[in-house]
């Protein structure tokens, strides 16, 4: 029996806005959150897909996010802006600083934009490709409002597990690099445990320190390196003091204030102030085919650059369907209801017709 269900985009869309129907969400915000959550599933990454509705769902009804927004941007110095979110849906708080920094950058060359009391942003992958998409050089960043990192060689959690991503044109596939600064995401963690996957122990630790090799007892994530538990610190401290709130160390989720929200951080350059855009693209792909042309440890696994392999599994999965463990499907329906997960998310026939 396979572990999982193949659902389409579209089944998951519609069941996504069937769930935030249920509250005052504006449609800009319901765009922005389900669009976000379906192209994590159609890009493979799982872990900040249809799963983090629950999350969300919670966040709503304890009033963590507020479903009407009103966001307030501040434009003092054109280079950099400062956006108080009013506690929004973090896609939607994200996807306007993008936007804003996009439109700034082609004015001044550049831009910095800096997000506060805002929630859970997905994917910074997401907000680069915005930005390569406008043929521009994308930076994003985000901290969080309950740290579950230890800093490398700890047992306990004192930093956030932040994404850092870059994201460069590149034709019609950006390179986007765009990565937890932890072993793997907390998410990736609890998706390997919907699909019953043991994890390699240097991914987490228990609440008593201790490695593990099961998902669900993981209570802090390791991080990879010193490296990494350093670029983890620097985004806690771009996204808390500087935009005048705490670092994640000392923020609590329970309140729901500007203090306590959580913090992104954005960066623009128009690479075309210093290089012809032409010149910079024939660059750019040659960097890239060279990069291709290594020679390989296993000549069956292809050489990918940072972002190609989401763009071969969406290609994958919008003909194959969107892999959904059934253990996720019981979350869900012990969450929402059998009835409502029932009615969107079961097994696609068309696509099997077509696989």
């Known amino acids: 029996m396979p572990s999982s269900i193949q659902v389409s985009a579209s089944q998951l869309r519609t069941f996504l806005t069937a769930v935030l129907a249920n509250y005052p969400l ?9 669009d976000h959550l379906v192209q994590a ?10 799963q983090q509705i629950m999350g969300y769902d919670k966040s709503l009804r304890s009033g963590r996010i507020n479903p009407q927004p009103k966001l307030q941007i501040q ?46 942003f997905g994917m910074a992958g997401y907000y680069t490709r915005m930005a390569a998409a406008a043929g521009m050089i994308g930076f994003a960043t985000s901290d969080t409002n309950v740290v579950d990192l230890a800093p490398y060689g700890g047992k306990e959690a ?15 596939t950006p390179i986007v690099l765009d990565m937890a600064v932890g072993t793997v995401s907390g998410g990736k963690i609890k998706h390997f445990g919907y ?26 994530n390791q991080a990879t390196s010193p490296k990494g538990a350093g670029m983890a610190l620097v985004a806690d401290l771009l996204c808390g003091p500087l935009l005048g709130t705490a670092a994640a160390l000392f923020k609590t989720k329970s309140r729901h204030d500007q203090m306590n929200g959580m913090g992104h951080f ?35 696994q292809p050489i990918y650059f940072p972002g190609e392999l989401e763009v071969v599994t969406e ?16 979350d869900l329906e012990n969450h929402f209801g059998s009835d409502l997960v029932t009615q969107y998310l079961t097994s696609d026939l068309l696509l099997s017709q077509h696989s």
């Open 26 to 34: 504006q449609p800009e915000t319901v765009t922005a959150i389900t």
């Open 41 to 50: 599933n159609l890009w493979g990454i799982d872990s900040h897909g249809v």
């Open 75 to 120: 434009t003092d110095r054109p280079t950099m802006l400062r956006i108080e979110a009013d506690r929004a849906p973090g896609q939607y708080a994200a996807q306007v600083a993008m936007e804003q920094a996009i439109n700034q950058a082609r004015e001044m060359g550049m831009a910095v934009v800096g997000v506060s009391n805002s929630n859970h």
């Open 158 to 172: 004192r930093l956030g597990n932040n994404p850092f991503s870059w994201g460069i044109p590149n034709g019609e």
């Open 195 to 220: 699909q019953g996957l043991p994890i390699p122990s240097e991914w987490g630790l228990t609440a008593a320190g201790a490695t593990t090799s099961e998902a669900q007892f993981v209570a802090v």
């Open 266 to 300: 954005f960066g623009v350059i128009d690479p075309s102030v210093w290089s012809d855009p032409e010149e910079f693209a024939e660059r750019v792909g040659d960097a890239i085919a060279t990069l291709k042309q290594t020679p390989r440890l296993d000549p069956q």
């Open 315 to 330: 290609q994958t999965r919008t003909q194959q369907g969107i892999p959904v463990p059934y253990a996720l499907i019981q």
